[in-house]
């Protein structure tokens, strides 16, 4: 069955950056597009970016546009989320995503 292990996130102060990283088993990575997700502390789910099964293309939500960006090393089945300029509002669990599934989520606190 689809797994997804998110890892990378902790306590980082105001302009920090952050990795996270997903890495997926259970099916076959090189052919699904795949997403990163968030939700803040009472709040909705959030889109934050996807990416296409080959790379080839990238798209971001407005709110991450610039900050944020998404890659993935098919040979690794992985994909990564590179955050920079991180800023309080984007504190939140963060979550991949393939093939309608979702991984446990890892937390990202932006705080100093």
């Known amino acids: 069955q689809v797994q997804l292990v998110e890892s990378g996130g902790g306590l980082v102060q105001p302009g920090g950056s952050l990795r996270l990283s997903c890495a997926a088993s259970g099916f076959t990575f090189n052919t699904y597009a795949m997403s990163w997700a968030r939700q803040a502390p009472g709040k909705g789910l959030e889109w934050v970016a996807g990416?296409?099964?080959?790379?080839?293309?990238?798209f971001y939500a407005d709110s991450v546009k610039d900050r944020f960006t998404i890659s993935r090393d098919n040979a690794k089945n992985t994909m990564y989320l590179q955050m920079n300029s991180l800023k309080p509002e984007d504190t939140a669990v963060y979550y991949c995503?393939?093939?309608?599934?979702w991984g446990q989520g890892t937390q990202v606190t932006v705080s100093s």
């Open positions: 995503s393939a093939k309608d599934s």
């Open positions: 990416i296409y099964s080959d790379s080839s293309d990238t």
